[in-house]
């Protein structure tokens, strides 16, 4: 079964850049997105093809995608951004969905 | 403005058949490009796809469940119904069900997830 692999954790103080990578060997050729979870609640849509920011999404946050790695990059973290993320893609076949383990972002 | 609101049994017994209901509104099912799909999240873990219906009642599921899983719509009532047979503990979740394109966004709206308890 296909799988995408993240970090568990990442911890940055307030303003810093925090970066969350997703691995999956299908990557090359399907997109990306990504979600943000905070504690208690539904995950929220951030990132889509890639790179895509949603309205209402803030600038700070950006997303890419080279060779077999999504990057999702919260520039100036900010400590509302404290919470999961988790990225989405498909196989190279486009039958299998999957979620990353997710990253817990700790902003302090 | 679009909705979606999952309901369904707080706890059921391993063995028996799971109905996890998603009533939405906002939306029509038969859009062309619309989907719903339903993701889970057993505490404290992380989030499983599980199946996905579009407009045109193409449907997925997720490999390793697709023998105990049937997804249905019902245009007429905004409804989608996900079937799970023979649960187990390990099927103990929040179940979500979100609205997704077929390009583009992908599931950008959520429901608030739904808990369900599978114990003797």
């Known amino acids: 079964s296909y799988e995408l692999t993240q970090s568990p954790s990442v911890s940055v103080s307030p303003g810093q850049t925090a970066v969350i990578t997703c691995s999956g060997d299908?990557?090359?050729?399907?997109?990306a997105c990504w979600f943000q979870q905070k504690s208690g609640q539904a995950p929220v849509l951030v990132i889509y093809?890639?790179?895509v920011r949603p309205s209402g999404i803030p600038e700070r946050f950006s997303a890419s995608s080279s060779g077999t790695v999504a990057t999702l990059t919260i520039s100036g973290a900010q400590v509302e951004d404290e919470a999961d993320y988790y990225c989405?893609?498909?196989?190279?076949?486009?039958?299998?969905?999957?979620f990353g383990g997710g990253t817990k972002l700790t902003v302090l | 403005q679009i909705t979606l609101k999952e309901s369904g049994p707080a706890l059921v017994k391993p063995t028996q058949t799971l109905t996890l209901t998603c009533a939405f509104s906002?939306?029509?099912?038969?859009?062309?490009?619309?989907?719903v799909g339903w993701i889970r999240q057993p505490p404290g873990k992380a989030l499983e796809w599980l199946a996905l219906?579009?407009?045109?009642?193409?449907?997925r599921y997720s490999p390793s469940l697709r023998s105990r899983l049937t997804i249905t719509k019902d245009t007429s009532k905004n409804q989608v119904l996900l079937t799970m047979t023979n649960v187990d503990p390990l099927d103990t979740a929040t179940y979500y069900c979100?609205?997704?394109?077929?390009?583009?966004?992908?599931?950008?709206?959520w429901g608030q997830g739904a808990l369900v308890t599978v114990s003797s």
């Open positions: 906002g939306f029509s099912l038969n859009t062309t490009g619309v989907g």
């Open positions: 093809d890639d790179s």
């Open positions: 979100a609205h997704r394109h077929a390009t583009g966004p992908v599931y950008d709206y």
């Open positions: 989405y893609s498909t196989d190279s076949s486009g039958h299998e969905r999957v």
């Open positions: 299908a990557l090359p050729k399907k997109y």
């Open positions: 219906i579009y407009w045109d009642d193409d449907k």
